[in-house]
T-cell receptor
Framework: DTEVTQTPKHLVMGMTNKKSLKCEQHMGHRAMYWYKQKAKKPPELMFVYSYEKLSINESVPSRFSPECPNSSLLNLHLHALQPEDSALYLC?????????????FGPGTRLTVL | TQLLEQSPQFLSIQEGENLTVYCNSSSVFSSLQWYRQEPGEGPVLLVTVVTGGEVKKLKRLTFQFGDARKDSSLHITAAQPGDTGLYLCAGVPGAGSYQLTFGKGTKLSVIP
């Protein structure tokens, strides 16, 4: 199984809502990532988890809260978002220790904040 | 901060033509990856190049890593409409690094 799955595919939320994005992989990868991608731009790294511990936070606003319940799951909790947070949110995973950091991406969640 | 300059930014060609996409940097990368992304989907890993001077072929796609590991190219022979998409190069700054340095992408359209 070389797949990273993400739910939901699409999400529309108001600025006062609380929602969560979910990501799952069964490749045995111990590094998992959240990226934000705006139209016609490359993905921007938000968070990295390594062995279920937060390893990198790229100065992301606190209205985004990541969680890694176990080695296969990664969540991104959303609260009080702004319209400019509308984007494609991508989850990725990779092996640790290989040195190559080959990342496998999920299909993404298209988020629209009204 | 390491940067990857990717060119061209846009490319529109007829089916059957050949093309080359370039990624250049002044910095050394321990490895470099190429991804293809279709609209509304996540990037799909095409190849990883690791050794300076390395050439890898994937059917009609040929990937090359520069001798100094600062640049890379993707050459597509006899492009087909199915090759349409956004091509991204991404460099790994150092072995064991979690971060990828992405190029800005090349949007390729192959017209039937």
């Amino acid at each position: 199984d070389t797949e990273v799955t993400q739910t939901p595919k699409h999400l529309v939320m108001g600025m006062t809502n609380k929602k969560s994005l979910k990501c799952e992989q069964h490749m045995g990868h111990r590094a998992m990532y959240w990226y934000k991608q705006k139209a016609k731009k490359p993905p921007e790294l938000m968070f990295v988890y390594s062995y279920e511990k937060l390893s990198i936070n790229e100065s992301v606003p606190s209205r985004f809260s990541p969680e890694c319940p176990n080695s296969s799951l990664l969540n991104l909790h959303l609260h009080a978002l702004q319209p400019e947070d509308s984007a494609l949110y991508l989850c990725a995973s990779s092996q640790t220790g290989s040195g190559y950091n080959e990342q496998f991406f999920g299909p993404g969640t298209r988020l629209t904040v009204l | 901060t390491q940067l990857l300059e990717q060119s061209p930014q846009f490319l529109s060609i007829q089916e059957g033509e050949n093309l080359t996409v370039y990624c250049n940097s002044s910095s050394v990368f321990s490895s470099l990856q190429w991804y293809r992304q279709e609209p509304g989907e996540g990037p799909v890993l095409l190849v990883t190049v690791v050794t300076g001077g390395e050439v890898k072929k994937l059917k009609r796609l040929t990937f090359q890593f520069g001798d100094a590991r600062k640049d890379s190219s993707l050459h597509i022979t006899a492009a087909q409409p199915g090759d349409t998409g956004l091509y991204l190069c991404a460099g790994v700054p150092g072995a064991g690094s979690y971060q990828l340095t992405f190029g800005k992408g090349t949007k390729l359209s192959v017209i039937p």
